[in-house]
C-alpha cells in the first residue's frame, strides 16, 4: 500500500488529447523550470507525450522515482499511480487535474484531499503552468 493517485475515463476523442497533452507538455516544461526531476516511465530519459499515451515518472538518478504514470487514449474504469510522495507527485496531480478539465467524463480520486492540503502544490503547479485557476474537483 503507499499513497496514490487514481482516475477512470473513457476512450479520449483526438480533440481532446490534442488539448490536453498541450496542457501536459506546459505542465512538464513548469516543473522541470522548477527543479522537479522528471523523467520517462522507467525513470531514465524523457516523459512521453504523444498521440497515443502520456508516461513519465520521477528521476532514478535523483532517487526521484517510485511508479510509472500513465494517461492513454484508451478508456479505463480504473488506473491508478503510487506517487510515495515524490517530487513528482505534484506532477501528476496537475496532469490529472488536466484530464479532468479537458476531456469529458474522467474521475479522479486520491488518498489524498485532492481539494486542500495534499494536493496543493499540483494545484499551483497546474493555476501556473496553464495561466488559471484550478478547479475543485467533485466526486
Known amino acids: ?14 480533440t481532446a488529447w490534442a488539448a490536453f497533452t498541450a496542457d501536459v507538455k506546459r505542465i512538464i516544461l513548469m516543473a522541470t523550470h522548477a527543479g522537479i526531476a522528471l523523467a ?3 525513470g531514465t530519459g524523457d516523459p512521453e507525450v504523444s498521440d497515443a499515451r502520456i508516461s513519465l515518472n520521477g528521476s532514478e538518478e535523483r532517487g ?7 494517461v492513454t487514449t484508451d478508456g479505463t474504469e480504473y488506473d491508478f499511480c503510487k506517487t510515495g510522495l515524490r517530487p513528482y507527485d505534484q506532477v501528476v496531480c496537475a496532469i490529472l487535474l488536466a484530464a ?22 499540483g494545484r499551483l503547479l497546474y493555476a501556473m503552468a496553464l ?3 484550478a478547479p475543485r474537483v467533485i466526486g
Open 100 to 121: 479532468y478539465t479537458r476531456i469529458d467524463g474522467v474521475a479522479i480520486w486520491s488518498d489524498g484531499d485532492i481539494n486542500g492540503d495534499d494536493w496543493a502544490e
Open 64 to 70: 526521484g522515482d517510485f511508479e510509472t504514470f500513465e
Open 1 to 14: 500500500m503507499g499513497y496514490s493517485h487514481y482516475w477512470s475515463h473513457p476512450d479520449i476523442d483526438p
Open 131 to 133: 495561466d488559471r485557476t
Open 40 to 42: 520517462g516511465p522507467m
